[in-house]
C-alpha cells in the first residue's frame, strides 16, 4: 500500500532554515508527483508547491516563492522541502501529500510539526 | 491567490443533512471542474472525500456528495453521523499547476 513517511519533528530559531522529508513506498515514486501543504495552529491548510519527482521541475505558490526549496532523491524515493528565513508565522505541521487525476490529494504524510521559536 | 472561502462552522443533528459551501472565483471554482473536498478529524492527517466535484474515491460513504454551481462548490453529508464531525476544507485548481484551499468548516453533529 502507498505510505508517505515523513521526518521528525524539528524546533528551529527564527532566520534559520529547515529541511522536511518524506520517503515514499508502495508505488513507482517517478510516476506522481509530491506536494508539500502546510497548516499553522488553528489554521486552514496551504497549498506550497509541488515537484515533478521524475524531471524534477517544480511549481511553488506565489506567497512561498523564493523561500522554499523542493527536490527529490530517486535512488532513495524521498521528497525534501525546505524553507528559509523562518519566523514564527512558520510554525506549522508540514504535510507531503500524493495526487491521483484531476489535481487531487489522494495519500498523506503523517505530518512534521516546525516549530520556530527563540 | 486568496483563499477560497466556506462558513467557519455548521451543525446539524444525527440523521439530518449539512451542506458546506465553497466560493470561489471566476479563475479557480468558476472556470475548473477540479474542486476537491477533505475531511480533517483533529490531529489527523487530511482525508480526500470528493474530487472533481462531485466524484467519491472508493471507500467513502454515499453519504457524502458535491456539486458546484458557478463560483461555489457545495459538500453535502447525509445521515449525520458522529464520525462525521470533523473540519472539511475545499480546495480548488486555479490554473498554472496551482491549488488553492479554503478557510475551512468546522463541523459540530450535536
Known amino acids: 500500500q502507498v505510505q508517505l513517511v515523513q521526518s521528525g519533528a524539528e524546533v528551529k530559531k527564527p532566520g534559520a532554515s529547515v529541511k522536511v522529508s518524506c520517503q515514499a513506498s508502495?508505488?513507482?515514486?517517478?510516476?506522481?508527483?509530491i506536494y508539500w501543504v502546510r497548516q499553522a495552529p488553528g489554521q486552514r491548510l496551504e497549498w506550497m508547491g509541488w515537484?515533478?519527482?521524475?524531471?524534477?521541475?517544480?511549481i511553488y505558490s506565489p506567497r512561498f516563492q523564493g523561500r522554499v526549496t523542493i527536490t527529490r532523491d530517486t535512488s532513495a524515493t524521498t521528497a525534501y522541502m525546505d524553507l528559509s528565513s523562518l519566523t514564527s508565522e512558520d510554525t506549522a505541521v508540514y504535510y507531503c501529500s500524493r495526487p491521483g487525476g484531476g489535481w487531487r490529494l489522494d495519500d498523506w504524510g503523517q505530518g512534521t510539526l516546525v516549530t520556530v521559536s527563540s | 491567490q486568496s483563499a477560497l472561502t466556506q462558513p467557519a462552522s455548521v451543525s446539524g443533528s444525527p440523521g439530518q443533512s449539512i451542506t458546506i459551501s465553497c466560493t470561489g472565483t471566476?479563475?479557480?471554482?468558476?472556470?475548473?471542474?477540479?474542486v476537491s473536498w477533505y475531511q480533517q478529524h483533529p490531529g489527523k492527517a487530511p482525508k480526500l472525500m470528493i474530487y472533481?466535484?462531485?466524484k467519491r474515491p472508493s471507500g467513502v460513504s454515499n453519504r457524502f456528495s458535491g456539486s458546484k454551481s458557478g463560483n461555489t462548490a457545495s459538500l453535502t453529508i447525509s445521515g449525520l453521523q458522529a464520525e462525521d464531525e470533523a473540519d472539511y476544507y475545499c480546495c480548488s485548481y486555479a490554473g498554472s499547476s496551482t491549488l488553492v484551499f479554503g478557510g475551512g468548516t468546522k463541523l459540530t453533529v450535536l
Open positions: 472533481e466535484g462531485s
Open positions: 508502495g508505488y513507482t515514486f517517478t510516476s506522481y508527483a
Open positions: 515537484i515533478n519527482t521524475d524531471d524534477g521541475n517544480t
Open positions: 471566476s479563475s479557480d471554482v468558476g472556470r475548473y471542474n477540479f
